[in-house]
């Protein structure tokens, strides 16, 4: 019955690889994002979907790409990874117009 | 621009007290409020909301919160805390038809038995 889900939970990759991290939600909802906190826990986010559609492009490395292939789905792909990318990735989805965000468990990438 | 203020790093409190975690906000126009917590390698869970309406919102797990718009403030309170409650609480406002959440940078909540 989880809501949002990450997969993997745990990524432990060299630098320079390139990795992808999946979160889907089945809660009906129209827009889903992605967050990164970093090893102080400041949440930042990254980039919002809604319905497929891009939304929300903060600055990121364009290393970091999102993709929706539908609106229960955002992936984010990560190319030539950096010692600096490490921290915990949080999935989250809300419905369009409404209020509350639900997160994912989140998935700690350790870069090496 | 909207943000939020957290002034605390860590909040300890005997098991029993009550809690009180702060949280001032920045936004144009009519503020959506949230908190959220983390407990240790977990997620963010929702606590509870302000949209519109009474100040006073009740939560899950026994929380509450006051929104007060002079002072710019929508404190965390919980009448008596439990040791289950030491988490990581994260306070978030947006803006009215802005999907741009804002994120404090979270108080550690300690509850000492």
């Known amino acids: 019955d989880t809501a949002v889900s990450q997969t993997p939970k745990y990524l432990v990759t060299q630098m320079g690889n390139d990795k992808s991290i999946k979160c889907e939600q089945n809660?009906?909802?129209?827009?889903m994002y992605w967050y990164k906190q970093d090893s102080k826990k400041f949440l930042k986010i990254m980039f919002s979907y809604n319905n497929k559609e891009l939304i929300i492009n903060e600055t990121v490395p364009n290393r970091f790409s999102p993709k929706s292939p539908d609106k229960a789905h955002l992936n984010l792909h990560i190319n030539s990874l950096e010692l600096g990318d490490s921290a915990v990735y949080f999935c989250a989805s809300s419905g369009w117009g409404t209020d509350t965000q639900y997160f994912g468990p989140g998935t700690r990438l350790t870069v090496l | 621009a909207q943000s939020v203020a957290q002034p605390e790093d860590q909040v300890n409190v005997a098991e029993g007290n009550p809690l009180t975690v702060k949280c001032t906000y920045s936004?144009?126009?009519?503020?959506?409020l949230f908190w959220y917590v983390q407990y240790p390698n977990r997620g963010l869970q929702f606590l509870l909301k302000y949209i519109t309406g009474d100040n006073l919102v009740k939560g899950s797990y026994g929380f509450e919160a006051e929104f007060n718009k002079s002072q710019t403030s929508f404190h965390l309170k919980k009448p008596s805390a439990l040791v289950s409650d030491s988490a990581l609480y994260f306070c978030a406002v947006r803006a009215k038809g802005n999907n741009r959440l804002a994120f404090g940078k979270g108080n550690q909540v300690v509850v000492i038995p």
């Open positions: 809660l009906g909802h129209d827009t």
């Open positions: 936004v144009s126009g009519n503020p959506y």
